[in-house]
């Protein structure tokens, strides 16, 4: 089973990944014209079986923290759903997109915002998100 760490160039506007697991190898890139990536687990914290909230990547559930937290916080995680903001590599001569661009918006406020700067208000911008539940996860509790 190999781990794998994805992130993006924000000099190069790219989508990269990088294994991790059984070994390290070089950060290959995989698509261009990204321009931000988020991550946000689906929590159970009632063990339930569903998700009760959704929390960011980051703090103690940073990819760096994570794995370093108690298997009690693992198993509070029931889902992962990710939005990857996509750019169009066509500059438009007037503004198109004032911003904010908006992620995980199934439910009101949006669990995350992007703001733009002045150029790059002059391309299109996409937010593709979907949601992985996490099913059959070794480390749930029965």
């Known amino acids: 089973c190999g781990q794998a760490l994805y992130s993006v160039d924000p000099g190069t506007n790219t989508l990269r990944t ?3 697991l059984p070994t390290v190898l070089p950060v290959t890139r995989v698509v261009s014209n990204v321009v ?9 914290t009632n063990n339930d079986g569903t998700v009760d909230r ?7 559930w940073s990819p760096a923290n994570l794995p370093l937290q108690a298997p009690a916080t693992w198993q ?3 889902a992962v759903r990710v939005a990857i903001v996509t750019r169009s590599p066509q500059f438009e001569v007037d503004p198109v997109t004032p911003g904010p ?8 406020p949006c669990a995350a ?18 949601t992985i539940p996490f099913r059959n996860a070794l480390w749930n509790a029965p």
């Open 18 to 20: 990088q294994s991790l």
């Open 36 to 44: 931000n990536l988020k991550a946000q687990f689906g929590l159970d």
């Open 54 to 60: 959704w929390q960011p990547a980051t703090g103690i």
């Open 76 to 78: 509070q995680i029931r």
């Open 101 to 108: 661009i908006e992620m995980f918006c199934s439910t009101l």
């Open 113 to 130: 915002a992007m703001t733009l700067a002045s150029d790059d208000q002059h391309y299109r911008y996409k937010v593709l998100e979907t």
